[in-house]
Structure formats: C-alpha cells, structure tokens
C-alpha cells in the first residue's frame, strides 16, 4: 500500500512538473501573426516609414537570461568572444557620455568585470556581455533565431504607429523600461531601481504581453540597413539601461543601432523567435 | 485513490485552459497574403571595407610605418572582418611618442557601443550640434587610449597644434581628442581655423562643450547651454541654427572665457 502510495506521489509530482513546464512554456512566446505592417518613422532616413509583409512568428516574451545561458554553456562549453579576446566593455558611473571601459575580466558571468559581481543572484536578468557571434551560437544550439530588424519592431510597436507603444510622450517611459535617468552618466542612477540590468519582466508588457521592448539590454536582430553595409557590423534594437533621454534617446520603436559583430557590452543582449 | 485522480483530472483541465490561451495569444494585426521575410545577412557577399572616416585627420610622424604595422596587424587576423585591434606592448614601447600619437589617431583600439552612431546627423551645413559626432563606425578608442591623450595632455596638444598649424584644419578625430583633455588653451587657434571658412560647424561645438566642461558661468547662463545640455531640455541629438548671430555669440563667449582664463 505504502508502495502503491509514494508511487501515486511521484506520477503526481512528475505530472505537475511537466504540466507547469509546459504551460511557462508556451507561455514564453507570443504569435505575430503574418500580414502587412507599418514600420520605421516618416523624418527618419535610416528607418524611414514604411509596409512591410511579414509571415507570422513566435517571438519571446522575455530576453534571453542568464539561466538559458548557462544551460547552453553547460551542454556545449561554449567560450563566448569577451572569453577568448578579454576585451568586453564594461560601465561604471563617472565616464564620459557613450565612453566605456575595457575590462579584461569581464565576461557573461561577470558583466561588469569581476570587481563588479558575478551573476549568482542574477539569474533571471538578460545575459549581457556576449557578441552577436555568441547569440548565433546559442541560437544555433536552442534551434531558435533572432528576430529580424522588422519582426522586432513590429512585434515593439505592438500595432501602434507612435514613437513609443505607450504614445509619443516619453514620460512614461519608467513604468515600462529600466533606462538610464540622469542627465549624464557621471553618477551612478538607481532612480528605477537597477543601475546595471533588472529581472526580465519586471516593468510592464506592451499591448501584446511582450516585456522590456524598451531598456534593459539592446536586443540584436538580423538584418542590414544597406546592402553595402560592412559585414562586420550587426544591429541591435530596444534601448538598454544605459540609454538616457540626454544621451542617445534609443529606447523607442524606430531607431536601429550599430554594433561590431564580435564586440562584447554589458548593455548588449537579445530575445529570440521561435524557428 | 479517489482524491488522486481528481487532482489529476483538475490539472488537466487547468492546462487545458491554461495552454490554449497562451499559445493562440496572437497579436492585432492587418491580415493579408504575405511573402516570406528574407534574412539578408544570408545573402551579403562578404569582403573587407575599410572603417575610417574621411574627416578623420592624419598626423605625419611615423604615418607610412604605422600605417604599414596597423595593415599586418589585420591581415594577421584570422577573422574574416577587421576586429578590434592593438599594437603589442613591444612594438608599441618601440614606438617614439610622436609616433604613438599618429598611431592613437588614426587607429581606435576598442569598440563602440550600439547606439554611438545615434542620433543620426543632417543638414549639417545648417546646424551648430552640441556635440561632436560619432567618426569611427563600430570602433573606439580604447581606455589606453583615452589615458594617453590625458596622461600626456601638454605634449599631445603641442602635437595636435603643430598639425592644425600646418593642415589649417580641424580633423573629428583632433576636435575629439581637444575635448578628452579638455585643452582651453587651443580656444584661439580653434577660433582662428573657423573663422578662416566659417565652414566646419562642429568647431563651433568644440568651442560650447570647452565651456560647458568647465562650466563658465556666462555660458551656463546661455540660452544656448538651456537648448543643448539643460537637463530638462537638452539632448545629446539638439542642435542650434547656424546664423551669423548664433556663430559670432559662441565666438565672443568662448574668447571671454579664454581671456578670464587668461587673467587668472
């Protein structure tokens, strides 16, 4: 009977377990479905404004964390770019504005160099401090990609033709993004409650449940601007938490940055589409 | 046993209802017949273009050999694209000081982060911007880099004024490196250099960001400073309009402020 009944328990827990593992994970992703969207801006002359014909896609709700990261290192021994070239950028306050500092140490597990802290309590923040190279990598071994610089912002804009999914008044810019809020980035800013990255999901959805569009980390997409674009540069969306409204302003639905395919920011992360 | 499979059946029918709303959370869109979205990074045909900016200046000393060194340098690269690099510690020592400064200006080290490029620059011609623009596409000058032109302020400023003297022109790359050491003392020869075409606005910003950094009063005062870098109102993308009045008010602000330095 005794046997009968821990045998019961174990169905019970593996069932639960299986039923909230497959439940969270669906519920990791939204459905865009394919039609005709209107993206970019009319003054813009890098995004300018535009209907593009998309086919529907499966998009992350969350950046990609540091947890999902460690399990792709853990299966692979993945050695990411910062690793092998010890030559991330990392951030403290007191630089000069878009100045960042070279830091041998740093490294996904260290983000910010060693003498800023590791990840440990940090799991459920978006691993930064890994290169569009690195993000192929994982990519390749969950069997996901990376939106392209028009999924992105379709899924951003939510259906809305605004400068921000929330309107066009970036005031209410703190309810939904971890952004920088000081004038300059010579004092450390914790105005919102993180510095450096926070918990993915914990400022407010847009209009279709997806988290942090804007601020936390720049998300990479795939994609050029021009055909002749160098073949070193990647493009990354979203604004990040070091984005001030005084500095470069990045974190909306139109403006598209540039970054070295092999360089390495602890401001620099992504999210995922299903393939 | 009965309990048991109760609580069973009640999972189920929570992820029964669970699931499906989660995986039909579909967005709001316009439907219509769609095309598959390309990937154009599949397509690109890859080959090596070089980075730098042509209103980047060069200095002479040294500038064929390093040019030559920083060309191995990236050959040496096992990438297909050129990478950020830098001159090892031995050839660098090697290097005379003035040959460190050529290298420095010509060659950033380091990366530049996502957003560097913006905002994104136009009507030049008619703008005065209140900050100098990004020159280096995906790379920057690396913390070494930054600590030279500071550590070694006096001599490169004799250096970067040598240059200026003899090209009768500002690079970005020197109007950058005046701003890192915060060097006042080139307010004249700055001034002297614009005013010859009256052309190259972003001197006219070199002149406000000198000001700025040391924070002179009849500068912060400015509507200029509240349009530019005022907290509330400023951004890093705010220009001013070029006219004759905007450009004669920076000029006698920035000449104010070199003579009070002057005075001290």
């Known amino acids: ?275 | 046993m009965k309990p048991f499979y109760l609580f069973l059946g009640l999972m189920l029918a929570l992820f029964a209802c669970a699931a499906p709303d989660a995986r039909s959370q579909n967005a709001s869109h316009k439907k219509d017949t769609a095309s598959k979205a390309t990937n154009p990074d599949e397509e690109y045909v890859f080959k090596l273009i070089p980075f730098i900016d042509k209103s980047i200046m060069e200095p002479p000393y040294g500038l064929d050999r390093l040019k030559a060194l920083i060309a191995k340098m990236e050959s040496e690269s096992t990438d297909k694209f050129i990478v950020a690099t830098q001159l090892d510690a031995k050839v660098y020592d090697s290097l005379s000081f003035n040959e460190k400064f050529t290298y420095h200006m010509i060659h950033p080290e380091s990366y530049s982060q996502n957003c560097s490029i913006l905002p994104t620059r136009t009507d030049e011609a008619n703008r005065i911007y209140g900050q100098l623009p990004h020159i280096f596409g995906e790379f920057s000058w690396s913390s070494r880099q930054y600590n030279f032109f500071k550590d070694n302020r006096d001599s490169v400023q004799q250096l970067i004024k040598s240059v200026i003297e003899k090209n009768r022109a500002v690079g970005e790359n020197f109007k950058k490196a005046i701003v890192i050491m915060n060097s006042q003392e080139l307010i004249p020869l700055l001034i002297g250099i614009y005013n010859k075409e009256k052309k190259d606005h972003y001197i006219l910003t070199a002149l406000m960001l000198l000001m700025k950094e040391n924070n002179y009063p009849e500068f912060m005062k400015s509507a200029f400073y509240r349009t530019l870098y005022d907290l509330k109102t400023g951004r890093y993308s705010a220009h001013l309009t070029y006219n004759n009045t905007n450009e004669a008010l920076i000029i006698q602000q920035a000449t104010n402020f070199y003579n009070g330095l002057q005075a001290k």
Request: charged share 20%.
């Open chain 1, 1 to 275: 009977m005794g046997y009968r009944r821990n045998k019961e328990a174990l169905a019970l827990v593996l069932l639960l377990g299986a039923v909230t593992a497959m439940a969270q994970d669906h519920k990791k992703f939204v459905v865009v479905p394919k039609g005709i969207y209107e993206v970019g801006k009319s003054t813009s002359t890098q995004n300018p404004l535009r209907k593009v014909t998309v086919d529907s896609f499966r998009i992350a709700i969350y950046e990609t964390t540091n947890r999902e990261f460690a399990a792709f290192v853990a299966a692979t021994g993945y050695i990411t770019d910062a690793e092998k070239q010890h030559n991330a950028l990392v951030f403290e306050p007191g630089l000069d504005e878009f100045r960042w500092k070279n830091d041998s140490t740093a490294y996904w597990r260290y983000p910010n160099g060693v003498s800023r802290g590791g990840i440990n309590d940090r799991m459920n923040h978006p691993v930064t401090c890994i290169s569009y190279r690195d993000v192929q990598a994982y990519c390749t071994w969950a069997g996901v990609r990376l939106p392209t610089l028009d999924e992105w912002e379709i899924a951003c804009r939510a259906g809305t033709h605004t400068n921000y999914f929330f309107g066009n008044d970036d005031r209410s810019i703190k309810t939904y993004a971890n952004v920088w809020h000081g004038h300059d980035h010579k004092k450390a800013d914790y105005s919102d409650g993180y510095m450096y990255t926070s918990p993915v999901g914990h400022f407010k959805p847009n209009a279709w449940g997806l988290y942090d569009m804007y601020g936390n980390v720049f998300e990479f997409c795939t994609g050029k601007l021009t055909p002749s674009e160098r073949p070193s540069i990647a493009h990354a969306r979203g604004g990040s938490w070091w984005c001030s409204s005084s500095a470069c302003h990045a974190f909306n639905s139109y403006s598209i940055g540039q970054v070295h395919v092999h360089a390495s920011f602890s401001n620099q992360g992504f999210r995922v589409v299903e393939k």
